[in-house]
């Protein structure tokens, strides 16, 4: 039923809702009568209205992409990066409810850390036949390197995700436990943050727990656990970097805890330290909080291909000398064969009965389950009983005849690969869709952080809903979709704030800090060449764009000769223009239109506009963790900045498109003026714009001034346009238009922000930092000498004598004087890559 209007009443709200029958329904005790907890909230927004329900969710999805909240979804035809999907309509668990399931959850992490400290301690479990030794040490997740190894006061869980589902009686049940590294926490943080943006008149109204005190806890127990360093301890997040899925979550947990975020190749290990390679040097690192699988973690002593870990790391946890969260070796136990034996593990480890039970699971290493399993194979799920990426859960009852026969094979084969889970009638929820309440099945994750000798629970979670009501898998990566998670109280809710005036003082410590990865370093450098570079494809785009469509030219052979020069300036090696019939200048005028738009919008060239500020982008998000969030929301206005339907932009449509790309890349650039505090980053950034500014200024020159002649001399009046400087030549020389006082403008005024002289002063500025500094003893000062002789040789020469012309119509001198300062720009880009930058990527393209 589709809702509009002003103002709607709750039952007429929820009167197209409609669950299946034998399902239990989170709003909905029975069709048409809520649950006593979602009375208020559905009155609530009732009173919005579906207009304005609509209006601010398209807002609140802006502010999802503004933000740059992605998860990445592997294989996908529509591009890897996909903006977060959250639906607007919360999931609600009432006090009562809550409380129990605190309480089991806590009992559970107490359990299964328990279960950990024996397994890689006195196998006390192995030895009295409570478990069996084929689910431990034939487990891929049970690492020998790990066994023995000393865990700080036994917590090997510093945080635990479990998956809940509800079933049609209305008890949850645990169906997954994630103990290695678990993800969700930060989406679950922003979609709170989000949703109290859009809603903020709900979240005054109606009571919610909120989650920030869960991060505090989260963030002071990760302190306390450095041995050596107690007042400021070095705290990295080591993520596997932004391919991976929920990449986003690391650099947004980075950020919010303050901790720094590397990759494998940022730290290394030395005499059994690990350590954070930095510009200034090795940094020791007391704690890892680590977003790698285990395997991954070590490829000396764990996974041997591993390019993602630390060579070396477990001796360092091994000698003490620092600690991982979660401990390595916690993969272990999500395997969901352990479930079964959890009940009597709790009996044997904590003398207590297990709470929150575990839906009801079989493993086939056993021959009594796993002739249940055959038996009763059409209402079970099959899954792998260890980690295995390749197979996907198998649902009985839809296999086939051959497929049943196969499957069966395959168990009686291996059965101790296997294990079969009762298949859950998943309960349903509400989502905002199509401007009315729809049912969807819902899997909630809660999250435990460790706090002392215990656990704390999250006051909400991360609930993800499927993407239709037929649909029994909830996944991100199958489509579906998250929803923020209300915990409501039985009491007032406590406000929380992150400091306190009680707080011991800290120690004053001015500048920029010093803990920049080389690796960081390196992003940050391209950063600001792939910014430039397209801000300049920018500006020359929109001054050939313009000169096509408007009234700048008369459309003749002098201006197509004009164009096709400044057109030559970009070295397009893609180029699908021919220009060997100037004389047919209609079609050649419609093909070098083609061209333009072409060099906007097609994604597939390399030397497109959109791809540059694709790499832009990426290269910006190697290092989100160190942007500020004005700087994250304008890079992330890239994709719209260029985004439309290739082969059907209009040339109106491209101009407005160029000209909100130049807008965006110009805040930036007004960003890192303004708001970046000016430690080595901000100067390896500004090294890495002047450099390409430079080169592109040099390429223009020796493009449009050297080879000069009456037949192009329109030009002169682009290369300003392109540069940004015509209104400043027009208050100096009006309309008089010479190559001399151009040249002087653009090359050697050193008040011009766009001239050459400006972007060298400006260069060498940067680099006598970085060379002062401590690391500086390796920097390229040869390279540095020959780029400041060819700018003196450069600007010491006569202008007017550079600009006059041969017999040929070129300018020999001004070409040599170019050339050399050309050559020694890459030169010196390529010393300090070699110097300071050991980790480039494999797709960037110079």
């Not at 021959?367 to 899954?383: E, F, M, R, T």
């Not at 215990?454 to 993407?467: H, K, Q, Y």
Request: glycine share 8%; net charge negative; with cysteine.
């Amino acid at each position: 039923m589709s809702i509009s209007g002003d103002t709607l009443d709750a039952p007429l709200l929820c009167a197209g809702y409609q669950y299946p029958q034998g399902v239990y329904d989170e709003m909905s005790a029975a069709p048409g009568i809520l649950r006593p907890h979602w009375d208020k909230f559905i009155e609530s927004i009732s009173a919005l209205g579906g207009d304005e329900l609509a209006r601010r969710w398209k807002i609140a999805q802006q502010r999802i992409r503004e933000n740059g909240v992605t998860y990445n979804v592997y294989a996908d035809p529509l591009g890897m990066d996909r903006p977060w999907s959250l639906d607007s309509v919360p999931l609600l668990i009432p006090p009562a409810e809550w409380k129990e399931l605190e309480a089991g959850l806590i009992q559970r992490a107490h359990l299964l850390n328990s279960i950990l400290a024996d397994l890689y301690g006195p196998q006390q479990l192995l030895h009295d036949g409570i478990l069996p030794p084929a689910l431990v040490l034939a487990n891929p997740g049970f690492w020998r390197p790990c066994h023995g190894m000393p865990v700080p006061v036994q917590p090997y869980l510093h945080l635990l995700a479990v998956d809940l589902a509800r079933a049609p009686d209305g008890q949850w049940w645990v169906i997954a436990d994630r103990t290695q590294a678990p993800s969700g926490a930060g989406y679950a943080l922003e979609n709170r943050t989000v949703l109290a943006e859009t809603f903020p008149d709900l979240f005054r109204e109606f009571p919610v727990q909120r989650i920030a005190s869960f991060f505090s806890t989260f963030r002071n127990n990760l302190l306390s656990l450095s041995r050596s360093r107690r007042e400021n301890p070095r705290m990295v997040l080591l993520t596997p970097g932004p391919f991976n899925e929920t990449y986003f979550e690391h650099s947004y947990l980075a950020r919010y805890l303050g901790f720094t975020l590397v990759q494998g190749a940022d730290l290394t290990v030395r005499d059994s330290r690990v350590f954070l390679q930095t510009l200034d040097g090795l940094k020791p690192v007391d704690v890892i909080l680590r977003r790698l699988d285990d395997s991954f973690c070590d490829p000396i002593e764990l996974r041997h291909d591993s390019f993602l870990g630390v060579a070396g790391l477990v001796e360092a946890v091994r000698a003490g000398n620092v600690v991982v969260a979660n401990a390595l070796g916690s993969s272990l136990i999500e395997s969901s064969a352990f479930m079964p034996f959890l009940p009597r593990m709790s009996r044997q480890l904590l003398g207590e009965r297990l709470k929150l039970p575990s839906i009801a699971t079989w493993w086939c290493g056993q021959p009594g389950p796993l002739q249940y399993v055959v038996d009763h194979l059409d209402n079970l799920v099959i899954k792998p009983a260890f980690s295995s990426p390749g197979m996907e859960p198998v649902f009985g009852g839809k296999l086939t005849g051959d497929q049943r026969a196969s499957m069966i094979a395959r168990l009686h084969e291996r059965p101790y690969q296997f294990s079969g889970q009762e298949l859950v009638n998943l309960s349903t929820v509400p989502v905002w869709s199509e401007n009315c309440l729809s049912p969807r099945r819902v899997v909630l994750r809660v999250f435990l952080a460790a706090s002392g000798d215990s656990w704390v629970v999250m006051p909400g979670g991360l609930a993800r809903v499927s993407p239709s009501l037929d649909t029994q898998v909830v996944s991100m990566q199958r489509g579906g979709a998250s929803k923020d998670t209300w915990v409501l109280p039985d009491g007032p809710v406590d406000g929380f704030t992150p400091q306190s005036p009680g707080d011991p003082p800290v120690s004053l410590n001015r500048g920029a800090g010093s803990d920049l990865p080389s690796r960081a370093a390196d992003h940050l450098f391209w950063l600001g060449r792939y910014a430039e570079r397209s801000e300049h494809l920018a500006r020359v785009l929109r001054c050939i764009l313009r000169r096509i469509t408007g009234e700048f030219g008369s459309s003749g052979i002098s201006e197509w000769d004009s164009l096709i020069k400044l057109y030559d300036c970009l070295a397009s090696p893609h180029s699908r223009l021919s220009v060997d019939d100037p004389q047919g200048h209609l079609d050649q005028w419609r093909d070098l239109e083609h061209e333009i738009l072409s060099l906007i919008f097609e994604e597939q060239r390399s030397d497109s506009l959109s791809a540059n500020l694709t790499r832009t982008a990426r290269t910006a998000a190697h290092v989100r963790a160190s942007l500020s969030s004005d700087m994250v929301h304008i890079v992330n206005q890239f994709s719209a900045a260029h985004a439309s339907a290739w082969g059907y932009a209009s040339t109106g449509e491209a101009l407005a498109v160029l000209d909100r790309c130049i807008g965006t890349l110009a805040a930036l650039r007004g960003i890192e003026m303004e708001n970046i505090t000016r430690g080595a980053g901000w100067h390896f950034l500004g090294v890495g714009r002047r450099i390409e500014r430079a080169i592109q200024l040099v390429d223009l020159f020796r493009g449009i001034i050297v080879p000069l002649s009456p037949g192009t001399w329109s030009t002169l009046n682009m290369l300003l346009e392109v540069a940004d400087s015509s209104m400043t030549y027009r208050s100096r020389y009006f309309t008089v238009l010479q190559a001399a006082p151009v040249l002087d403008l653009l090359m050697c005024d050193h008040a011009n922000p766009r001239s050459l002289a400006f972007q060298l002063e400006d260069l060498l500025e940067h680099c006598r930092y970085l060379s002062d500094k401590p690391s500086g003893a390796a920097w390229p000062v040869y390279k540095q000498n020959r780029l400041e002789e060819a700018a003196a040789d450069l600007f010491g020469a006569d202008i007017r004598v550079l600009c006059q012309p041969d017999e040929r119509n070129m300018r020999e001198q001004l070409d040599q004087l170019l050339a050399a300062t050309g050559a020694a720009l890459p030169a010196l880009s390529d010393a300090i890559t070699n110097v300071y930058f050991s980790h480039a990527e494999l797709e960037r393209a110079s």
